[in-house]
């Protein structure tokens, strides 16, 4: 009886103070599920433990709480605060979540600090980086950050008229009787195939060319075969491609094969496919000011501009580099995290590795769009 | 004893059964007929009995008077096949087959393949043809079947096939000049119709011009053609590509009304290039050096 009392004090002895080490010290995971209590967890007696909190509370979408811990929220309201980090209209960053963060001070004095602050958000097409360099200024015994508000551009109220094509597509029906023709697919080439040899695998990279006159889906698949005929591996393009594609469109085309050696596959069976879909010429995209930005830290960069009147939520620009004899040599992309508004130039920067940059010569970009309430 | 007597007397009436039915009756049936007319089967013999006839996905019965003739109208035996005829009388069961064909051709069955191709493309278009009676019996008696392609200035064509075990099939080109043209095949009064919609070909040049439109550079082609003199259509994406300084520009612009046009930024020295597809166009170098 005695040593089962003194089992049940040991335990309760413990229970308590593991909630005061754990209240006191929390781990980054405990913090980033307290739901923005980091303020409670821990305080902002630092410079680095008031951005910290900050992008605790900015991974909780705690935007009230984040709001009022900043020093200069006299300046904009939470609104504009909150739409500086998820956007207006509906994007990427609408739809993603904080992954990580990482705080790298800068400079520090007794009142003021400059912290540099990396947001790491993921979304389901990969991870974007926002890079903040904040300025924390001391008030009392206590660190407030100063939040370098970035307001979205706003476009003057207008009418841009559009009457670029669209196009409509009437299949056959299940009622139709049998020898009924029905809509021809559309007709697509790939015009240039390349497999390359990289540390992670194979890669095959390409161009698809619509030589149609009407709008298509398209995918690429690749089956990697053995000399003795059996299949490697299989892959698609997913989304390193322009899925849809205007007559006479070109899109390059990436598919990776991840541990597979080059020296491992006799052959590769393409399999391009088409779907005739419904689409629109609209939203036109241009791409402007784009340059290729050697090594290190190589890209294209550069702007694109919606020239058309609707809002692109979704835009994604694809890169295609060659060497000097005009050889495909690489294929990359990136998504602009944020909504693209027309005639709005919106920069995106493509990152390619060091060893392809040296072989690029020219470089050609295209871009691929998505807006909600479309029907493409 | 006496049940020993009855199996063997059982036995003896079924060993005879044949010998009285080749006696006491048997059928005159026809070798073959047309599933749209009429057919009579001859019974011989006097008595009650029952005749079936069975055949593809039916199956009939009449009561008949041995001696008569039995009539099915026309249609009764509307599936072709082979057919069996069985007669069963009191004491005796006969048996005899017997073919329906098809009836004259009356529906088709038309399949056009593609049902969109450029023009211009020899023995692009092809057409099958399957020939069936009212009854939806494909016709396998060879049947000429006549495929002509319409509507448009030069594409007016026949051709004949005859239908080999009820399909006959041709391939026809595509004309010059873009547009839909009917595909029609025809055996007797049946028709089949389809549309062919026949659509420019590649470009066969690809030119454009620029001018100045404020801060920009506004370029435009030229009406696309291909080599026929077809426009290419509207929608069709073109490329216009700027170079400049380190720097370039890219849009994708859809062909409207005929031509591409948009503007770009207007830098001394650039050089711009038109392009479509694979098919690149002209290029132009516009104003000084920067």
Known sequence: MNSGRFLAIILGTATVALIVVGTVWPVPSAIAMADSGSGLLRLSLTPEAAVQNL??????????????????????????????????????????????????????????????????????VGTFLDTRDLRVVRAGDRWSVQWPIVNESRVPPQVIPVNYLRWDVIYRGAEDDWGSQDVEAPHVRIVDMHPVDRAAGVVIMGELLNEDVVPAFVTVKATLLAKNGTTLATEDSFDKISHVLLPKQVTPFLIAFHNVALSEVDSVHMDPSA???????????????????????????????????????????????????????????????RALLPQTPAPFSIPLPADIAAKVSSERAITATYSSGRFQ | MKLTLTFLLGGLTLAAMPFALAQSGSMLLPVAAEAD??????????????????????????NVQLGETTFFGPGELYNAGHYVAVLVGDSS??????????????????????????????????????????????????????????????????????????????????????????????????????????????????????????????????????????????????????????????????????????????????????????????????????
Request: proline share 5%; glycine share 10%; charged share 20%.
């Open chain 1, 55 to 124: 992008a605790n509370e900015i991974g909780g979408r705690a935007w009230e709480k984040a709001y009022s811990s900043l020093a200069n929220k006299s300046e904009f309201t939470e609104l504009e605060f909150e739409r500086d980090l998820v956007g207006t209209y509906p994007s990427l960053r609408t739809y993603s979540v904080l992954e990580s963060s990482d705080l790298q001070p800068l400079h520090a004095s007794a009142d003021d600090a400059q912290v540099r602050l990396k947001l790491r958000w993921s979304s389901v």
């Open chain 1, 275 to 337: 779907t005739l879909i419904a689409a629109s010429a609209d939203p036109l995209i241009e791409i402007e000011d784009q340059r290729f930005n050697p090594a290190p830290g190589a890209s294209l960069s550069g702007k694109i501009r919606n020239q058309s009147g609707q809002v692109v939520n979704v835009a994604h620009v694809l890169g295609t580099f060659y060497d000097k004899n005009g050889q495909l040599i690489w294929v990359a992309d990136q998504y602009v995290d």
């Open chain 2, 37 to 62: 007319s009429a057919i009579s089967i001859q019974s011989v013999g006097s008595g009650k009995a029952i005749l079936y006839v069975v055949g593809p996905g039916q199956v009939l019965r009449r």
């Open chain 2, 93 to 290: 069961t006969e048996s005899g087959g017997f073919d329906v064909i098809a009836a004259q051709p009356a529906t088709l069955s038309f399949l056009a393949k593609p049902s969109r191709l450029p023009v211009d493309l020899p023995d692009g278009i092809s057409g099958v043809v399957y020939v069936f009676d009212k009854f939806q019996n494909l016709v396998l008696a060879p049947t000429p079947v006549s495929f002509q392609l319409s509507g448009l200035a030069d594409t007016a064509g026949t051709r004949t096939a005859v239908t080999r075990n009820g399909v006959a099939w041709t391939k026809m080109n595509s004309a010059a000049k873009e547009g839909a043209v009917q595909f029609v095949a025809r055996v007797g009064d049946a028709v089949g119709t389809r549309v062919i919609q026949q659509v420019p070909g590649d470009p066969c040049h690809l030119r454009m011009s620029a001018k100045p439109l404020g801060q920009r550079l506004a370029v435009e082609t030229e009406p696309v053609r291909d080599c026929r003199g077809n426009a290419l259509p509207d929608g069709t994406i073109v490329t216009f590509t700027e170079t400049y300084d380190g720097g370039a520009s890219t849009v994708d612009v859809p062909i409207k009304r005929g031509i591409a046009q948009t503007d770009m930024p207007a830098y001394g020295g650039a050089k711009i290039s038109v392009a479509m597809g694979v098919f690149v166009g002209n290029e132009i170098r516009w104003g000084n050096e920067r």
